[in-house]
């Protein structure tokens, strides 16, 4: 999971992108550059000579010159305490969030063959209405900017059990697309496979834009080991889990177990991952009625 890339998307209203730059600069070091390019973007090239960005994007409520979609670059594990000072820094800014606001994580796809990607798929499809309760994932969201895993791409997964990652291809567009484009329809899903040919990542689009760092590290972590889970198992299933709210908070928490999700490192994101449902985690059916003990009755 430590040795897996990753990068995030985080939007942002009511700063403009200049000064959300200079947030992350006072994290980062370097130096700040103005590109004019669509996105009327601005780059922090930090102390290590990775650009961080922040751009426009016209699905933000604010005005253009309020809106700040900031664009990390390429992180590893070891990058997150700084990612998190990064995100408390754009706070301290004055930036917001609302409703328009969403977050997006990217994996490095390189060490996933069509078995790994099948498996995700596969495990996501299982478990996609927990993962979506927990999340928090909107009625309106699910219906256009994260939608769910197409049910045709599954069944076409499952009849012809891909051996390449062109099979994939051809399974996710209906069609074998050598040259994908940006804005390509199928972007829109919880999990966007169309990332792994248009720029090298998989996607994960379920999240609400937040400036809380604590969230933002449980987020990635939770696709951190979903990511590896994919990656180090045999096989997996799709058949979709039956969601029961009454017991929902213990199932997901024991999907998150079976993540790797274990110990004190990942107590936080546990916290903040369960913090959504109702009920215990740690009893399916509520726990037990305490017996009597039958030596203190007899004294």
């Known amino acids: 999971m430590q040795n897996l890339t990753f990068g995030i998307e985080i939007e942002t209203i009511g700063r403009t992108r200049s000064a959300v730059a200079k947030a992350i600069q006072q994290v980062v070091g370097g130096r700040i550059e103005h590109i004019a390019d669509a996105y009327d973007t601005w780059q ?44 408390r820094s754009i706070r301290r800014c004055r930036a917001k969030v609302d409703a328009s606001c969403g977050i997006h994580i990217h994996v490095g796809s390189a060490p996933f063959d069509a078995k790994a990607l099948t498996n995700l798929v596969k495990m996501v499809n299982k478990q996609e209405r927990l993962i979506e309760y927990a999340l928090g994932v909107s009625e309106a969201r699910r219906s256009r900017w994260c939608r769910s895993i197409d049910e045709s791409f599954i069944q076409n997964l499952e009849r012809r059990r891909p051996r390449n990652l062109d099979a994939i291809n051809a399974a996710w567009y209906g069609r074998h697309n050598n040259r994908p484009q940006h804005y390509d329809s199928s972007r829109y899903r919880g999990v966007n496979l169309h990332s ?88 399916k059916h509520g726990r037990p009625a305490q017996t009597a003990n039958p030596t203190r009755l007899a004294a």
């Open 44 to 87: 922090v090239v930090d102390n290590r000579g990775r650009a961080w960005q922040t751009k426009s994007d016209a699905s933000l409520s604010a005005s253009r010159s309020q809106q700040a979609e900031v664009v990390s670059p390429i992180l590893r594990y070891e990058d997150m305490d700084e990612l998190q000072e990064v995100v």
């Open 196 to 283: 792994v040919w248009f720029r090298g990542t998989i996607e994960f689009r379920w999240f609400d834009a937040t400036l809380h760092a604590g969230k933002v590290k449980a987020y990635i972590q939770f696709i951190l080991a979903l990511a590896n889970k994919a990656l180090s198992s045999r096989s997996a299933s799709s058949s979709k889990r039956t969601f029961d709210p009454s017991t929902a908070k213990y199932d997901f928490r024991v999907f998150l177990l079976r993540l790797g999700m274990i110990g004190d490192e990942f107590k936080t994101a546990r916290l903040h991952l369960l913090s959504r449902f109702e009920g215990s985690s740690a009893w």
